[in-house]
């Protein structure tokens, strides 16, 4: 089982960018998915959560400016970011817990990091 995570990049403040994160190996189901974000020095931070189901939690950093989805067709999540602000500069991490077709119980798998700069 795999993450990969992309749609980083560099944008100016105010600008918008959309992340997303794919799972994708012997998948049986995906439970909970997140993302966190870390900058040097600092530990690794929830940004927003999404459950199977649909039901949504965000930090209150990014309230009203975040929305996280996901599409469980295609074992796929995204995180759409408006109005980024300089301080939302990090390397962003996908996390999901996930249950393998030769598995009882879920597991917890981390993407690699995808950067996201907001700099002017």
């Known amino acids: 089982v795999q993450l990969q995570a992309s749609g980083g990049g560099l944008v100016q403040p105010g600008g918008s960018l959309r992340l997303s994160c794919a799972a994708s190996?012997?998948?049986?189901?995906?439970?909970?998915m997140g993302w966190y974000r870390q900058t040097p020095g600092k530990a690794r931070e929830l940004v927003a959560v999404?459950?199977?189901?649909?039901?949504?939690n965000y930090a209150d950093s990014v309230k009203g400016r975040f929305t996280i989805s996901r599409d469980n067709a295609k074992n796929t999540m995204y995180l759409q970011m408006n109005s980024l602000k300089p301080e939302d500069t990090a390397v962003y991490y996908c996390?999901?817990?996930?249950?393998?077709?030769?598995?009882?119980?879920?597991?917890?798998?981390w993407g690699k990091g995808t950067q996201v700069t907001v700099s002017s």
């Open positions: 996390n999901a817990n996930i249950i393998r077709v030769d598995a009882y119980y879920g597991m917890d798998y």
């Open positions: 190996g012997s998948i049986f189901s995906i439970n909970a």
């Open positions: 999404i459950g199977s189901g649909g039901s949504v």
